[in-house]
């Protein structure tokens, strides 16, 4: 009977929890732990009460007490989130792998191991498990995932090879971004372009973007088409100390030293310390010096 009354109060918490009603949560997992604490389902639930709580320490030792009863793949996925948000990472991975020996199909798992290695800087072995993903699940999330992958190694005709797999790209800034970035690595600066231009149509306000066009423009030449993407990000951020800067270089490029100091004097005025802009106002002095 108790036992019965324990599964009907954490199946109450688990909806209290999805509705984001978490003293209510809490509140029934607590009192279902007390009328059955072997209920691996009622501690892995209170693992992820904590976890949302960011008090990983414990949401563990949660899981691990579900585990001990009953060890589930969800439940050791879950042991290695909490483990991942503690930043200890070999512990977390081998969480992961264990889940994948017990269900070599457990997508959660494997997705999770895909992030890890994303986070930890091990690219080639986050390519390896993106592809297996994709290999059952095209789900543009991934896509993307995989794409930044390589374009972390510098594989940019791999990740533009995914990149251009998304249908309806024109609705995802993101994919549009990417795809100009790996073009403009690649030199294609007109592709780049229309690339860029297609994320703006979507995001119009991403200064990030807006100043990777300014970049392709100054690395064809159009100077004028630069300056002007660059000061749109400034009317829209007017605190942004490295477009400054990024407008100084431009400037002194061109041989303006004046605007090139007055760039340099607002960026520094707003970053003190910012070190870029601390080397060209050196260079400009130097430049003046020698005159």
């Known amino acids: 009977m108790e036992k019965e009354k324990a599964i009907a109060l954490n199946n109450e918490g688990a909806k209290h929890f999805l509705n984001r009603a978490f003293d209510s949560a809490i509140s029934c997992y ?6 059955d604490p072997t209920n691996s389902s009622i501690l892995n639930n209170l693992g992820l009460y904590h976890h949302q709580q960011k008090a990983y320490k414990k949401a563990l030792e949660f ?18 989130n909490a483990l991942a948000m503690m930043g200890v990472y070999p512990q977390a991975r081998e969480k992961y792998l264990e889940a994948l020996k017990q269900d070599p199909d457990h997508h959660s798992a494997r997705v999770s191991l895909a992030q ?9 072995s986050a390519i390896e498990t993106w592809e297996k993903i994709l290999a059952s699940n095209h789900d543009t999330a991934y896509v993307i995932q995989l794409a930044k992958a390589y374009i972390n190694v510098k594989k940019w005709e791999k990740a533009l090879q995914r990149l251009h797999s998304i249908p309806a790209k024109e609705g995802n800034a993101l ?50 088409k630069g300056i002007k993407h660059l000061s749109t990000i400034l009317r829209l951020e007017p605190q942004n100390y490295q477009v400054m800067t990024e407008l100084a270089v431009v400037y002194l490029g061109r041989g303006d030293q004046k605007m090139a100091w007055d760039w340099l004097d607002r960026a520094l005025q707003l970053k003190p ?11 400009l002095d130097q430049s003046q010096s020698q005159q």
Not at 30 to 35: F, G, I, M
Not at 116 to 124: C, I, P, Y
Not at 185 to 212: C, T, V, W, Y
């Open 30 to 35: 607590t009192k279902a732990l007390e009328l």
């Open 63 to 80: 899981f691990e007490k579900a585990i001990e009863i009953d060890s589930k793949p969800t439940y050791l996925v879950n042991s290695g």
């Open 116 to 124: 890890l290695a994303a986070h930890t800087g091990d690219h080639e």
């Open 175 to 224: 994919a549009w971004f990417m795809i100009g970035q790996c073009e403009f690595q690649l030199k294609n600066h007109g592709l780049a372009e229309k690339a860029f231009k297609m994320a703006l149509a979507d995001d119009p306000d991403h200064s990030e973007i807006r100043q990777h066009l300014a970049v392709n423009y100054l690395a064809m030449g159009e100077w004028e």
């Open 273 to 283: 310390d910012f070190s870029k802009a601390l080397h060209y106002k050196k260079i």
